[in-house]
Structures are given as C-alpha cells and as structure tokens.
C-alpha cells in the first residue's frame, strides 16, 4: 500500500536527518521495515489498521520461518519505534504495540579458543615467522601475524585499538601500551615477553624490508610503513592461520576470539572481574559478566567429560586413576 509505504519512509527520513543514524543502520532498517510493510501488504492492512493481535501474527510468522532471535528481536523494534513514530507526528491513531511486553533477546555467547587452541595458533604463527627460506618479504608478514596475534591476546584489546596503535607505542622495555578505545576512551593493557619479542622481531625484519625507512604504525603494510594493516587483511591472516593449525572449526577464528581467549582465560585463572573490565575497556560491568557465563559453560563440560563417575560413550563407569 503507498500510503504505508509513505508513512515508513517519513519515519526513515527522520532517523537519518533528526537522529543522524548511519547509512549502514539505516539500510539494516529498510531491510526489516519492507518485511513489515509486505506482510501488511499480504493481509491488506493499513498501518492505522494493525492491532495487537497483528503484531504477534506477524512475530509468529518470523518464527514459523526459522530466522534468528537477535533478528527476530531487531525486527520487533522497527515495529515499535514505527508506530510510537506516527503517534508522535500525530499521523496515527494509536499504537498497537503500547501494552506489549518488551522481548528479551537470548544472550549468545561468544566463541572461545580453549589454551591449548590459541597456543597452537600462536605456535603456528611463530613458526612460519622464523623460515627465512620464504623470502625477507614473507618472513616479515610472517613475523607481523605472529606479533598482531601475541599482543592481542596478551593485552585483549580489540582489533581495531590494535591497527591504530602507532609505530613507537611498543618501545624496547615496555610492559604496556597505551591504547585508545571506544568514545577516545585511553587505558593501559598489559604485554608479556613473547609478544614484545615478537614485536621486535616484526620491526626488525620490517625495517630490513625497507631499508630503515620511518613507519607510522605498529601493525602497517610490509611494503609501506605508512599504511596501516587493514581488519580484513588482518581477518584473512588469522583464518589462514587457524587453517594451518588444525583447528576444529578455523571459518569461526577472527582477531575478536583472541580478545575472547584473553578474557575468558584470565578470568578462569582467577581476575578479578572489575579488573578485567578496565583491561578489555568495557564501559559497564555487564557486558564483562558474559565470561562468567563462559566459565559455567567450561564448568559443566568439565564435569561432564572429566568426571570420574560419568558414563563413557559406551555407557560404561569411568574411574579415577
């Protein structure tokens, strides 16, 4: 119906010139909107006409067709905000979402590379980074990787803080970097021996490369020290890495799992949660409260696989040696 779909183009408009959201936010909800608007479509409804009992039909229906929760929940907000909208601008008569309970969105939790994964992973790295025989080119990317994924996971800091860092921010003898998170936010996060020796060696074999010429970040092209290493080649190399060191599920690695690793790691050795808040740059706790979750999960596999009075698979009692 045109009228429907000129009142949902007025609501975009706003959000794009009153509220200033992104073009990317923006696309995303045009997305869920034109799946709105062609259901009413489908059942002959003008916006004015949705009731309550519509609202959950159409919940109903993105359910029956299998899409996700955090979907499923981003679409349900669309609706909402559509109709307050209307209200708002006096260009409906009511809201049919006004007395419907708000939808909690199912808390996923992320992926996680047990030690034993991520030291594999790192290895690898390390390996590859101390064959000459590839070329002095590729041993300095080599020796890039292996320095990205040893500071990442040493300081879990998030990817992004990490190809901003500039060139001098690792001097010899630091034990930690000064990093610039969300909302220009500065905190300091901590490095360990491997991954300042493998920065070292990053910068060693880069500026044999290049001939001594100056750099401008940490983390930057091999061929140009003025230009930072992008997310996506940084995404490829871990992949590539994951791949080479066997591991389960490598389409799942990313730089973000090393900040996971990080996390998950320190607080299962026993950080303090507050503690590990102002490392990762968290502006609330709540959001570092998901890895305790993480440590209940580890918990409950633990008993069940290591217990010594569980069922083996061929429904046996295990015992303790």
């Known amino acids: 119906m045109r009228t429907n779909q000129r009142l949902a183009q007025l609501w975009l408009d706003a959000l794009a010139t009153e509220l200033g959201a992104a073009a990317g936010t923006i696309d995303t909800y045009t ?14 409804l003008g916006l004015d006409d949705v009731g309550l009992e519509h609202v959950r039909d159409y919940i109903a229906g993105l359910d029956q067709r299998g899409y996700a929760g955090s979907t499923i929940a981003r679409r349900i907000t669309v609706v909402r905000n559509l109709h307050r909208f209307l ?65 990442l996971y040493a300081s879990g800091m998030r990817i992004s803080e990490a190809l901003s860092l500039p060139s001098d921010a690792a001097p ?19 490095l360990h021996e491997r991954a300042i020796a493998a920065i070292a060696q990053w910068q060693k074999l880069a500026s044999a490369y290049s001939g001594g010429k100056p750099t401008q970040w940490l983390f930057h092209s091999v061929r140009n020290g003025t230009k930072a290493l992008t997310r996506q080649a940084a995404l490829l190399e871990i992949k590539e890495a994951a791949v080479a060191a066997g591991l389960a599920i490598p389409e799942r690695v990313s730089p973000h799992v090393l900040r996971h690793a990080f996390a998950t790691h320190m607080h299962s050795g026993g950080t303090d949660l507050r503690v590990l808040q102002e490392l990762l740059g968290h502006a609330g706790i709540e959001t570092t409260q998901i890895y305790t979750h ?6 409950h596999q633990m008993v069940r696989d290591l217990h010594p009075l569980n069922e083996d698979e061929e429904g046996e009692r295990t015992t303790a040696a």
């Open 294 to 299: 993480l440590d209940t999960s580890r918990l």
């Open 31 to 44: 997305d869920d909107l034109n799946c709105y608007l062609t259901w009413l479509s489908e059942k002959s």
């Open 172 to 190: 010899p003898g630091t034990r930690m970097l000064l990093v610039r998170g969300k909302g220009d936010k500065q905190r300091l996060v901590p």
């Open 87 to 151: 209200i708002s601008e006096e260009l409906g008569s009511h809201d049919p979402t006004s007395t419907m309970p708000a939808m909690k969105r199912p808390r996923k939790l992320p992926f996680v590379l047990s030690i034993a994964e991520t030291e594999a992973l790192l290895e690898t790295a390390h390996r590859l980074a101390a064959d000459p025989s590839v070329g002095l080119y590729r041993q300095a990317g080599y020796a890039r990787r292996a320095a990205l994924f040893e500071t």
